[in-house]
C-alpha cells in the first residue's frame, strides 16, 4: 500500500488577520483547503467556545461556529485529533445545572400522575381531556428545563480545536453603534488568505470604508435628534409655566 502524499505546509511564520463584517458562516468560502492550500470543495463545520463578558462584568461562555474548506488529507487528519463526547455523556453533562433538578421532579410529576390516574378513566370525555391535560402540563414544563440545561452545559461538550481547525481562528471585534457585528480572522495559510479576501472584498472593514463613514453619520444623526430633544425639554421645563401664564 503505497503512503499517501502530503500537501504542501505552509510558512508557519504565516498568519495574517483579516476583519470582515457580519457572522462567520455568512462568509463566501473558496475553493482551497484552510489549513495547507490544496484544492478542497467540501466545507467542514466545527464549534469553539468563546468567552463574553457583559457591561456589568459577568463572564459566560457561548459557542460559536464556523465552516471551512479542507482536502480530504486535512479532513482524515482532523478526525483522527478530534475528541468528541459522545450522546450520553453529553446528555449527562446537563446534570450539571441546577435546572435539571426542575426537569426531574416535573418530569416525575407527569408520570406518577400519568400512571396514577390511568386506570380511574372512563369514557368520559372531559375527564381524559384533563388527565392528557396534566401530564402534558408537567411533561412540558421537564421538557423546558431540560433544554435549558442542554443550552446551559453545551460549551463543556464541544471538542478542543485541532492542529487542522486551528489554522483559521476568529473572535468577535467591539464594534461601535450602526456599525454591524464583525470578526477577526487569524489566518495560517497564505492562498487561503488570499482567496478569502478576493471573495469577501465587500465584508472588508476599513475604519476610513464606506460602511464605517454611514455609521458615524447615523450616530451623528442621533447624537442632534437627542441634542434637540434635550434643549427642547429643558427649554419647557424652565420656559413652559411661563409661557402658559402669557397665553
Sequence with gaps: MSPQPTPPQPDPAFRHELVLTGPP??????????????????PLYWEKVVLVTDSEGSASRVVEGMRAPFCPHCRAAHEREVKRISPLLSLLQ???????????LTGGAALFFGWKLLPDLNDDLWSVAAWVALV?????????????????????????????????QWRAETAGLFEGDRYRYTIRHPAFYDALLALNQDKVWKPTGARARRAAGWRKALYIVLGVAAVLVLFWEYFGEFLRREW
Design 94 to 104: 446537563c446534570f450539571r445545572s441546577e435546572v435539571m433538578i426542575g426537569a426531574v
Design 136 to 168: 402534558a402540563f408537567f411533561g412540558l414544563i421537564a421538557l423546558g428545563c431540560v433544554s435549558a440545561a442542554w443550552r446551559a452545559t453545551r460549551w463543556r461538550t464541544v471538542p478542543a480545536l485541532t492542529s487542522i481547525t486551528s489554522s483559521l
Design 25 to 42: 458562516l455568512h462568509l463566501r468560502l473558496p475553493d482551497v483547503c484552510a489549513n495547507c492550500g490544496a484544492h478542497a470543495a467540501t
